[in-house]
């Protein structure tokens, strides 16, 4: 027969009595009646002390309180594990907040560095802080701080949700601190290998780039320089329609992007490229180097012979049907062509084993150190030209400017004007014209 330790000695405490099994079961009242049966609602819930049914028991009710206090009449399930929990918050709490593009990228992110991992797969009562700090030691030993960042703070977000709702007793997640790596031996194979690690085009490469355009070496060499000329990102230049330049005042305005996002932003439906805003939300434009026109008029031209449907009035589409180049497409015919041109892109595995090398993307991060590395250089007027708010001070105070930006170097005035390519110059230059050769008969 059941033992009855004490009666409800304290408003919300509750009757708890000892089971022959010799566990705990309490028993608490809620103050609210159960909308079902217009009696007061009582929840019952066992643990192995007399202190843990109790406090299983008062989580629930107030958990089921709450509910009632929005509305809702929602029975605890105690299967539940923080995955679905996790799904739960990013639907009703984050989603809200993101435009398509972030919450594809959200849960992108967590589809390949939270749900598979244990952590997702418990039950409420099994997370604790050394769960976290095990979860947390084992992303960071497989990707960047960069990466695993999101996850980390969305489980501590989630948790602070769970808390809130008193599903959850404490926020676990937000109690781990992240273990720091501490270098104190020197490690001469590590030293050696970041220096060796390639982060930006050489001169070298960009006059590869320029000699395949210049010979006509593809479509893909006129898009290269473009990029490197203005720092827009892939997304921004596949997007650029032929009214967003101004020839005659010498500008590009950058007012759109093409991004990826859920269709009807429902994860269950597969993905679409959609047209977008640019990164940060905010338009800007561009001062063209006398390259970069160059490269427009070229791209314009090319796209008047060789596309015969433009509906989107695109600066460079696809010549087939018309359409926005994917980043993907032109991600693997810029591989191809730094392989054709025997350009190093410095290929290596990352602690995921997975193969990275230098992408469309390292352009931007090439136009945007040559800028800031040139003689007088304005850090302000290259942010203001690639888009960037880090240097958020001086963009408060500091404004586009045609002069500003007309003053920030490209890739072209930095390398390209010592190397004139005409063809009486490349003759008259033994080693340029050797590469000039070797260059035209890999794409002969």
Not at 59 to 67: G, Q, S
Request: charged fraction near 30%; proline fraction near 3%.
């Amino acid at each position: 027969m059941a033992k009855k330790i004490d009666g409800r000695k304290e408003n919300g405490e509750g009757n708890v009595r000892k089971l022959p099994s010799g566990k705990y079961e309490c028993v608490i009242q809620s103050k609210y009646l159960n909308p079902k049966t217009g009696k007061p609602k009582r929840i019952k819930r066992m643990g192995d002390t007399e202190s843990a049914a109790r406090d299983k028991a008062k989580m629930d009710v107030a958990a089921w309180e709450k509910e009632i206090e929005r509305g809702k009449d929602v029975k605890i399930n105690k299967a539940k594990t923080f995955g679905e929990y996790m799904s739960e918050f990013i639907e009703q709490e984050v989603k809200p907040n993101l435009t398509g593009s972030g919450y594809h990228s959200y849960i992108s992110n967590l589809n390949r560095n939270f749900y598979p991992f244990p952590i997702a797969k418990y039950q409420l009562h099994m997370l604790n802080a050394v769960e976290f700090e095990n979860y947390y030691d084992t992303i960071l030993g497989l990707k960047s701080k960069k990466t695993c960042s999101l996850p980390m703070q969305l489980c501590k977000r989630c948790c602070k949700w769970l808390v809130n709702r008193s599903l959850l007793k404490e926020n676990y997640a937000e109690q781990v601190s992240v273990k720091r790596e501490i270098s104190d031996e020197y490690n001469r194979k590590r030293e050696e290998d970041i220096k060796k690690r390639k982060k930006i085009f050489t001169p070298e490469d960009i006059q590869k780039f320029y000699y395949a355009y210049k010979n006509n070496m593809g479509q893909y060499p006129v898009v290269v320089l473009f990029l490197l000329e203005t720092g827009l990102r892939a997304g921004e230049f596949a997007a650029l329609r032929n009214d967003n330049i101004d020839l005659e005042n010498n500008k590009i305005y950058i007012v759109e992007t093409r991004s990826l996002r859920f269709k009807d932003n429902d994860k269950n439906k597969g993905i679409e490229y959609y047209t977008k805003v640019p990164k940060n939300k905010e338009t800007r434009f561009i001062m063209m180097s006398e390259l970069c026109r160059e490269c427009v008029l070229y791209m314009m031209e090319q796209t008047r012979l060789k596309c015969r449907n433009n509906p989107d009035n695109l600066l460079y589409p696809t010549f087939i049907n018309g359409k926005r180049r994917s980043n993907s497409s032109m991600e693997v015919c810029f591989k191809e062509l730094c392989n054709k041109l025997e350009i190093d892109r410095d290929i290596h595995l990352t602690k995921s084993g997975q193969q990275k090398g230098l992408c469309l993307h390292s352009l931007r991060h090439t136009a945007d150190t040559m800028a800031n590395t040139a003689k007088n250089a304005n850090v302000v007027n290259t942010a203001l030209k690639m888009g960037h708010k880090a240097i958020s001070v001086e963009n408060v105070y500091t404004h586009a400017t045609e002069e500003g930006l007309s003053s920030v170097m490209t890739p072209s005035q930095a390398v390209l004007d010592e190397y004139k390519t005409d063809a009486v110059n490349i003759a008259n230059d033994d080693e340029l014209y050797k590469m000039y050769l070797k260059l035209k008969e890999k794409f002969e």
